[in-house]
């Protein structure tokens, strides 16, 4: 890896103003790393990665010099959000400059159910300005309150409005992405419909996002509900029925095997001991209904609380879907997480991979709509919903973790890569889609170098 150029130094002071350019010290540990640490893998060759600068270009004309200044030096360009992604997607392999985009954070318009915005705008304040327009976001991730719109379509995957509309790459949720490509003149490019999947979730390898457009919904008021008892099968039978109504509208079903409620701390006073939980978030119409539901159904509805508007905590979803997996780390360090998703089996699956690893593996489950057209509505069909969900692993080692893992696999239980930093490439077309993007917008390789495994992997290496 080749010195950072100081001359590079003096030009980015220059151009942004010290204060916009960390160098060392806490910051740029803290600015340099994610929530890699999840992964007991990802730690140890994660832990040591530094950017050599952090810049924070506060205009998308000081963002373009910024790239141009980094493509004429040859230096690594990793864009950064909040920072909250666990696969160290922003996390700078070879150093170099990591661009923050958290000064680049105007929401321009919501208009029409499409939300217009720079990419440091936060997800909790995009819901806020959206309400209050009379939409709300389709779906977010549980970090909300500090990932941005460009981390999110940048490394995230869906989350909350999951179980209605499904991931951020379903249906038509995403309008346009407007790039601006790392070359010595940075051209601005823009993708929208179909065209603009290619540079969803490229980890920031595939130009650096300046203005992105969202399709929203229109906004209901929820309420958040949580559902215990000590019988997991018949909690389960009632969360999947009420993922599956396509008559109930919500945001959330979530379900956990006892003892991850334990780790719940600030909801201890609502919880049962020994209990399995499941947590909701429901059209506030329909609350009244879905509680006295589940109480005919046998169980006990623990906790009730609007969501307000504007969005303040108490959040539900503050447990949900790798909250969960913080929550629980924080009890018990040895905790860790694997991507699941399960098949219409989903009970056998569950119960046979409990009995091979009854003290390793705690089911936390997370339904979402495969199908979002029919998820809810008079054409709605239960099949439209599926069930994955984000269990935890007590992890011992690495042997034994890939024994587990390659046990849910052979059970049929697909898994999700998420204790590598390289991004899934997906399919021929995709790589080769993804490949032709590449080349057009960042001819020298150098934004976010070594995360799209078949790319050359260090562009600094000798040839
Ligand atoms: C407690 C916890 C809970 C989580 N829950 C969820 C969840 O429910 N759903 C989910 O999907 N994820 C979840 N995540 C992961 C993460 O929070 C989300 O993926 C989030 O959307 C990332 O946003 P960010 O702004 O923090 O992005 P960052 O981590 O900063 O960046 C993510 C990626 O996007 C790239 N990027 C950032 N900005 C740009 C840009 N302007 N142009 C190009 N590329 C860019 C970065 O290079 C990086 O590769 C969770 C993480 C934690 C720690």
């Given at each position: 890896m080749p010195p950072f150029p100081e001359p590079l130094r003096t030009e980015l002071r220059a151009l942004?103003?010290?204060?916009?350019v960390v160098e060392g010290g806490e910051t740029l540990k803290m600015l340099s790393l994610d929530y890699y640490w999840y992964s007991p893998a990802l730690r140890t060759q994660l832990d040591d990665k530094r950017a050599d600068v952090v810049v924070r270009p506060g205009t998308v004309g000081d963002l373009r010099a910024v790239l141009a200044a980094c493509f004429r030096a040859g230096v690594a360009v990793t864009p950064r959000g909040?920072?909250?992604?666990?696969?160290?997607?922003?996390?700078?392999?070879?150093?170099?400059a990591v661009v923050?985009?958290?000064?680049?954070?105007?929401?321009?318009s919501v208009a029409d159910g499409v939300l217009r915005a720079e990419?440091?705008?936060r997800l909790g304040p995009i819901e806020t300005v959206a309400r209050a327009a009379g939409w709300e976001l389709r779906c977010y991730p549980s970090t909300w309150m500090k990932a941005t719109l460009g981390g999110f379509f940048g490394g995230g995957a869906g989350g909350i409005g999951g179980v209605r509309w499904g991931g951020i790459a379903s249906g038509d949720t995403v309008k346009s992405i407007t790039i601006l490509t790392c070359e010595a003149e940075p051209r601005t490019l823009r993708y929208e419909g179909p065209e603009a999947m290619v540079a969803l979730r490229t980890f920031g390898t595939t130009g650096y996002m300046i203005e992105i457009e969202m399709r929203l919904a229109p906004k209901l008021d929820y309420d958040q509900l949580a559902f215990s008892t000590p019988d997991w099968n018949r909690l389960l039978d009632w969360t999947d029925a009420a993922a599956r109504n396509g008559a109930w509208r919500k945001r959330v079903a979530s379900q956990f095997q006892w003892p991850i409620p334990s780790n719940f701390k600030p909801l201890k006073k609502h919880l049962r001991d020994g209990e399995h939980v499941s947590f909701m978030l429901v059209d506030r119409t329909q609350t009244d209904e879905i509680a006295a539901a589940a109480e005919a159904a046998g169980l006990a509805v623990v906790y009730r609380r609007p969501l307000s508007d504007p969005p303040k905590p108490p959040f539900l979803s503050d447990f949900t879907y790798n909250h969960t997996t913080l929550w629980a780390m924080k009890s018990d360090p040895s905790i860790t997480y694997v991507q699941a998703g399960f098949t219409a089996d989903f009970r056998n699956q569950f119960d046979a991979w409990l009995r091979q690893f009854p003290d390793e593996v705690l089911l936390h489950l997370e339904w979402g709509a495969v199908d979002p057209a029919r998820a809810v509505g008079p054409d709605a069909v239960p099949e439209a919903i599926g069930v994955g969900g984000i269990p935890l692993i007590r992890y011992r080692d690495d042997a034994r973790f890939r024994e587990i893992l390659a046990a849910a696999t052979a059970l049929g239980i697909y898994i999700g890569s998420?204790?590598?930093?390289h991004l899934p490439e997906g399919t021929p077309e995709t790589i080769a889609a993804r490949h032709a993007l590449k080349h057009a917008v960042d001819p020298r390789g150098l934004m976010n170098p070594g995360k799209l495994k078949s790319f050359p992997l260090n562009p600094f290496a000798a040839a």
């Amino acid at each position: 890896m080749p010195p950072f150029p100081e001359p590079l130094r003096t030009e980015l002071r220059a151009l942004l103003g010290a204060e916009n350019v960390v160098e060392g010290g806490e910051t740029l540990k803290m600015l340099s790393l994610d929530y890699y640490w999840y992964s007991p893998a990802l730690r140890t060759q994660l832990d040591d990665k530094r950017a050599d600068v952090v810049v924070r270009p506060g205009t998308v004309g000081d963002l373009r010099a910024v790239l141009a200044a980094c493509f004429r030096a040859g230096v690594a360009v990793t864009p950064r959000g909040g920072g909250t992604g666990n696969y160290g997607q922003c996390v700078p392999i070879y150093g170099g400059a990591v661009v923050d985009c958290s000064r680049l954070d105007r929401i321009h318009s919501v208009a029409d159910g499409v939300l217009r915005a720079e990419p440091g705008a936060r997800l909790g304040p995009i819901e806020t300005v959206a309400r209050a327009a009379g939409w709300e976001l389709r779906c977010y991730p549980s970090t909300w309150m500090k990932a941005t719109l460009g981390g999110f379509f940048g490394g995230g995957a869906g989350g909350i409005g999951g179980v209605r509309w499904g991931g951020i790459a379903s249906g038509d949720t995403v309008k346009s992405i407007t790039i601006l490509t790392c070359e010595a003149e940075p051209r601005t490019l823009r993708y929208e419909g179909p065209e603009a999947m290619v540079a969803l979730r490229t980890f920031g390898t595939t130009g650096y996002m300046i203005e992105i457009e969202m399709r929203l919904a229109p906004k209901l008021d929820y309420d958040q509900l949580a559902f215990s008892t000590p019988d997991w099968n018949r909690l389960l039978d009632w969360t999947d029925a009420a993922a599956r109504n396509g008559a109930w509208r919500k945001r959330v079903a979530s379900q956990f095997q006892w003892p991850i409620p334990s780790n719940f701390k600030p909801l201890k006073k609502h919880l049962r001991d020994g209990e399995h939980v499941s947590f909701m978030l429901v059209d506030r119409t329909q609350t009244d209904e879905i509680a006295a539901a589940a109480e005919a159904a046998g169980l006990a509805v623990v906790y009730r609380r609007p969501l307000s508007d504007p969005p303040k905590p108490p959040f539900l979803s503050d447990f949900t879907y790798n909250h969960t997996t913080l929550w629980a780390m924080k009890s018990d360090p040895s905790i860790t997480y694997v991507q699941a998703g399960f098949t219409a089996d989903f009970r056998n699956q569950f119960d046979a991979w409990l009995r091979q690893f009854p003290d390793e593996v705690l089911l936390h489950l997370e339904w979402g709509a495969v199908d979002p057209a029919r998820a809810v509505g008079p054409d709605a069909v239960p099949e439209a919903i599926g069930v994955g969900g984000i269990p935890l692993i007590r992890y011992r080692d690495d042997a034994r973790f890939r024994e587990i893992l390659a046990a849910a696999t052979a059970l049929g239980i697909y898994i999700g890569s998420t204790h590598t930093y390289h991004l899934p490439e997906g399919t021929p077309e995709t790589i080769a889609a993804r490949h032709a993007l590449k080349h057009a917008v960042d001819p020298r390789g150098l934004m976010n170098p070594g995360k799209l495994k078949s790319f050359p992997l260090n562009p600094f290496a000798a040839a």
